[in-house]
């Protein structure tokens, strides 16, 4: 059983730059692509940015050049790191390991406003 616990959200300024970060317990981390997901108030999950095993990303046309998703395989750990944000960036940031189904943490609030 892998948990995956994030941290790194909070209240944030319109153009804010956190990061958030994504540990996973175990030792099957390096072998399986990492994502994070975002759910806003009464609009469904989407996938936010992807990182391979092998480091290879994919973003969100909404969040592309803003986000980077990186990883750190010694530390068990995946990365976001959100720039220029906006409003509509708000929601619940979750990550994901996909390996069968997917291991989620459990959320993170990342609220951006002045």
């Known amino acids: 059983q892998v948990q995956l616990e994030e941290s790194g959200g909070g209240l944030v300024q319109p153009g804010g730059s956190p990061r958030l970060s994504c540990t996973a317990s175990g030792n099957i981390f390096k072998f399986y692509a990492m994502e994070w997901h975002r759910q806003a108030p009464g609009k469904q999950r989407e996938l936010v940015a992807a990182i391979s095993s092998g480091g290879i990303t994919n973003y969100a046309d909404s969040v592309k050049g803003r986000f980077t998703i990186s990883r750190d395989n010694a530390k068990n750990t995946v990365y976001l790191q959100m720039n220029s944000l906006k409003p509509e960036d708000t929601a619940v940031y979750y990550c994901?390991?996909?390996?069968?189904?997917?291991?989620w943490g459990q959320g993170t609030q990342v609220t951006v406003s002045s």
């Open positions: 994901k390991m996909a390996l069968g189904r997917g291991y």
